[in-house]
Protein backbone atom coordinates (compact mmCIF):
# COMPACT_ATOMS: atom_id res chain seq x y z
CA UNK A 1 0.00 0.00 0.00
CA UNK A 2 2.88 2.20 0.98
CA UNK A 3 4.28 1.86 -2.52
CA UNK A 4 1.13 2.56 -4.18
CA UNK A 5 0.28 5.77 -2.51
CA UNK A 6 4.11 7.36 -2.94
CA UNK A 7 3.82 6.17 -6.81
CA UNK A 8 0.32 7.85 -7.15
CA UNK A 9 1.38 11.17 -4.73
CA UNK A 10 4.60 11.88 -7.24
CA UNK A 11 2.70 11.03 -10.46
CA UNK A 12 0.35 13.56 -9.23
CA UNK A 13 2.33 16.15 -7.32
CA UNK A 14 3.99 18.67 -9.74
CA UNK A 15 7.69 19.08 -11.07
CA UNK A 16 9.32 21.64 -8.84
CA UNK A 17 7.22 20.67 -5.55
CA UNK A 18 9.01 18.16 -3.13
CA UNK A 19 6.95 15.42 -1.25
CA UNK A 20 8.22 15.54 2.22
CA UNK A 21 6.78 12.18 3.65
CA UNK A 22 5.97 12.52 7.67
CA UNK A 23 6.70 9.60 9.35
CA UNK A 24 5.64 10.19 12.97
CA UNK A 25 4.21 7.02 14.58
CA UNK A 26 5.94 5.03 11.43
CA UNK A 27 8.05 2.10 12.04
CA UNK A 28 11.77 2.29 10.42
CA UNK A 29 10.81 -0.47 7.81
CA UNK A 30 7.27 1.35 6.93
CA UNK A 31 9.49 4.79 6.37
CA UNK A 32 11.77 2.25 4.22
CA UNK A 33 9.41 0.77 1.96
CA UNK A 34 8.30 4.89 0.87
CA UNK A 35 11.86 5.66 0.07
CA UNK A 36 12.27 2.83 -2.09
CA UNK A 37 8.96 3.81 -3.62
CA UNK A 38 10.59 7.22 -4.55
CA UNK A 39 10.42 9.16 -1.53
CA UNK A 40 13.67 11.06 -0.82
CA UNK A 41 12.74 13.01 2.50
CA UNK A 42 11.29 12.26 5.64
CA UNK A 43 9.95 14.45 8.10
CA UNK A 44 9.90 13.68 12.30
CA UNK A 45 8.73 15.26 15.00
CA UNK A 46 10.09 13.50 17.40
CA UNK A 47 13.89 12.44 18.31
CA UNK A 48 13.32 9.08 19.43
CA UNK A 49 11.26 7.82 16.39
CA UNK A 50 13.89 10.11 14.18
CA UNK A 51 17.20 8.15 15.76
CA UNK A 52 15.51 4.70 14.71
CA UNK A 53 14.53 5.65 11.70
CA UNK A 54 18.16 7.29 10.76
CA UNK A 55 19.67 4.42 12.39
CA UNK A 56 18.16 1.87 10.16
CA UNK A 57 18.24 4.53 6.52
CA UNK A 58 20.88 6.75 7.03
CA UNK A 59 21.72 8.81 4.06
CA UNK A 60 19.15 7.23 1.83
CA UNK A 61 17.02 9.95 2.38
CA UNK A 62 17.40 13.75 3.45
CA UNK A 63 15.88 14.21 6.81
CA UNK A 64 13.84 17.52 7.94
CA UNK A 65 12.88 18.15 11.99
CA UNK A 66 9.13 19.11 11.07
CA UNK A 67 8.26 18.82 15.02
CA UNK A 68 8.07 21.39 18.06
CA UNK A 69 11.74 22.42 19.23
CA UNK A 70 12.37 22.55 22.18
CA UNK A 71 15.83 23.98 24.22
CA UNK A 72 17.38 20.54 25.42
CA UNK A 73 16.69 18.96 22.37
CA UNK A 74 18.22 21.17 20.27
CA UNK A 75 21.61 19.27 20.32
CA UNK A 76 20.28 16.04 19.32
CA UNK A 77 18.46 17.49 16.23
CA UNK A 78 21.48 19.63 14.69
CA UNK A 79 23.78 16.20 14.65
CA UNK A 80 20.80 14.45 12.67
CA UNK A 81 18.59 16.50 10.28
CA UNK A 82 19.74 18.23 7.22
CA UNK A 83 16.68 20.83 7.74
CA UNK A 84 15.04 22.10 10.18
CA UNK A 85 11.62 23.42 9.18
CA UNK A 86 10.31 24.93 12.50
CA UNK A 87 12.27 27.83 13.83
CA UNK A 88 9.95 30.08 15.38
CA UNK A 89 11.96 32.04 18.00
CA UNK A 90 15.23 34.00 18.52
CA UNK A 91 16.57 31.66 21.14
CA UNK A 92 16.07 29.03 19.48
CA UNK A 93 17.76 30.08 16.24
CA UNK A 94 20.64 30.91 18.45
CA UNK A 95 21.06 28.09 20.30
CA UNK A 96 20.55 26.06 17.11
CA UNK A 97 23.38 28.17 15.04
CA UNK A 98 25.55 27.42 18.47
CA UNK A 99 24.92 23.88 18.07
CA UNK A 100 25.36 23.90 14.47
CA UNK A 101 29.37 25.84 14.68
CA UNK A 102 30.25 23.20 17.00
CA UNK A 103 29.88 20.62 14.41
CA UNK A 104 31.13 22.73 11.35
CA UNK A 105 28.07 22.68 9.98
CA UNK A 106 25.59 25.11 8.45
CA UNK A 107 21.82 24.31 8.60
CA UNK A 108 19.35 24.99 6.10
CA UNK A 109 16.12 26.48 8.57
CA UNK A 110 12.67 27.15 7.73
CA UNK A 111 10.42 30.06 9.74
CA UNK A 112 7.29 28.14 11.14
CA UNK A 113 4.64 30.77 10.65
CA UNK A 114 1.75 30.60 12.97
CA UNK A 115 -0.56 31.73 9.84
CA UNK A 116 -3.84 31.26 11.88
CA UNK A 117 -2.51 33.75 14.86
CA UNK A 118 -3.84 30.81 17.39
CA UNK A 119 -2.34 31.74 20.50
CA UNK A 120 -1.69 28.26 21.78
CA UNK A 121 -0.29 27.03 18.59
CA UNK A 122 4.04 26.96 17.56
CA UNK A 123 5.15 29.50 14.81
CA UNK A 124 6.02 33.06 14.58
CA UNK A 125 2.97 35.08 14.21
CA UNK A 126 2.84 36.78 10.57
CA UNK A 127 3.85 40.13 11.84
CA UNK A 128 6.65 39.25 13.94
CA UNK A 129 9.00 37.15 10.97
CA UNK A 130 10.34 40.53 9.67
CA UNK A 131 11.59 41.32 13.53
CA UNK A 132 13.06 37.71 13.99
CA UNK A 133 14.91 37.53 10.60
CA UNK A 134 16.44 40.93 11.11
CA UNK A 135 17.77 39.32 14.44
CA UNK A 136 19.30 36.09 13.13
CA UNK A 137 20.08 36.88 9.52
CA UNK A 138 23.81 37.54 10.98
CA UNK A 139 23.76 33.63 12.44
CA UNK A 140 26.45 31.66 10.22
CA UNK A 141 25.97 28.71 10.82
CA UNK A 142 22.18 28.45 10.09
CA UNK A 143 20.76 29.40 7.03
CA UNK A 144 17.37 31.03 6.49
CA UNK A 145 15.70 29.10 3.06
CA UNK A 146 11.82 29.94 3.39
CA UNK A 147 8.47 29.46 5.06
CA UNK A 148 6.78 26.58 6.73
CA UNK A 149 3.24 26.96 8.39
CA UNK A 150 0.44 24.45 9.46
CA UNK A 151 -2.45 26.96 9.48
CA UNK A 152 -5.68 25.79 11.87
CA UNK A 153 -7.60 22.66 11.30
CA UNK A 154 -10.43 22.72 9.85
CA UNK A 155 -13.11 20.37 8.38
CA UNK A 156 -12.91 21.73 5.09
CA UNK A 157 -9.70 21.69 3.28
CA UNK A 158 -10.90 24.57 1.34
CA UNK A 159 -11.34 26.49 4.55
CA UNK A 160 -7.34 26.51 4.54
CA UNK A 161 -6.73 28.57 1.48
CA UNK A 162 -6.76 32.43 3.29
CA UNK A 163 -3.93 30.64 5.11
CA UNK A 164 -1.89 29.36 2.61
CA UNK A 165 -2.36 32.95 0.42
CA UNK A 166 -1.84 34.88 3.27
CA UNK A 167 2.36 33.00 4.35
CA UNK A 168 2.85 32.84 0.41
CA UNK A 169 2.40 36.82 0.07
CA UNK A 170 4.41 37.13 3.32
CA UNK A 171 7.05 35.06 1.32
CA UNK A 172 6.79 37.10 -1.48
CA UNK A 173 7.25 40.11 0.33
CA UNK A 174 10.22 39.07 2.20
CA UNK A 175 11.85 37.98 -1.17
CA UNK A 176 11.79 41.66 -2.21
CA UNK A 177 13.54 42.89 1.16
CA UNK A 178 16.47 41.10 0.16
CA UNK A 179 17.80 40.06 3.79
CA UNK A 180 21.38 39.39 3.72
CA UNK A 181 21.59 35.68 4.48
CA UNK A 182 17.97 35.43 4.10
CA UNK A 183 16.57 33.08 0.56
CA UNK A 184 12.93 32.85 0.34
CA UNK A 185 13.00 29.33 -1.29
CA UNK A 186 10.75 27.39 -0.05
CA UNK A 187 7.40 27.31 1.14
CA UNK A 188 6.38 24.19 2.87
CA UNK A 189 2.66 23.93 3.43
CA UNK A 190 -0.39 21.42 2.66
CA UNK A 191 -1.07 17.54 4.08
CA UNK A 192 -2.98 14.83 3.88
CA UNK A 193 -6.11 17.07 3.40
CA UNK A 194 -4.81 19.89 1.85
CA UNK A 195 -1.98 19.95 -0.08
CA UNK A 196 -3.43 20.34 -3.56
CA UNK A 197 -4.73 23.59 -2.36
CA UNK A 198 -1.27 24.53 -1.26
CA UNK A 199 0.73 23.88 -4.38
CA UNK A 200 -2.51 25.70 -6.39
CA UNK A 201 -1.50 28.37 -3.60
CA UNK A 202 2.78 27.89 -4.09
CA UNK A 203 3.75 25.64 -1.68
CA UNK A 204 7.05 23.56 -2.86
CA UNK A 205 7.33 21.59 -0.53
CA UNK A 206 4.65 19.04 0.84
CA UNK A 207 4.41 17.33 3.83
CA UNK A 208 2.04 13.90 3.59
CA UNK A 209 1.63 11.34 6.39
CA UNK A 210 -1.81 9.96 6.47
CA UNK A 211 -1.77 9.63 2.91
CA UNK A 212 1.46 7.76 2.43
CA UNK A 213 1.20 5.48 5.71
CA UNK A 214 -2.42 5.10 6.25
CA UNK A 215 -4.32 5.80 8.74
C1 LIG B 1 1.79 14.92 10.93
C2 LIG B 1 2.28 16.10 10.24
C3 LIG B 1 2.07 16.28 8.85
C4 LIG B 1 1.31 15.30 8.00
O1 LIG B 1 -0.04 15.21 8.36
P1 LIG B 1 -1.05 14.26 7.57
O2 LIG B 1 -2.37 14.91 7.76
O3 LIG B 1 -0.96 12.92 8.18
O4 LIG B 1 -0.63 14.25 6.13
C5 LIG B 1 2.60 17.42 8.27
N1 LIG B 1 3.27 18.34 8.97
C6 LIG B 1 3.49 18.21 10.29
C7 LIG B 1 4.25 19.26 11.01
C8 LIG B 1 2.99 17.10 10.97
O5 LIG B 1 3.21 16.99 12.30
Request: aromatic content about 6%; proline content about 4%; some cysteine.
Amino acid sequence: MIAENVKALLAEIPQGVELVAAAKGRSASEVLEAIQAGVRIIGDNYLQEAEAHIAAIGTRAKWHFIGTIQQNKIKTIAVLFDTVETIDSVEIARALDRQCSYLGKVMPVLIEVNSGREPQKSGVSPEDVELLLGQISSLRNIKVQGLMTMGPRFGEPADSRPYFVSTRKLYEQISKWKIPNIAMKYLSMGMTNTYRIAIEEGANIVRIGTKIFGE
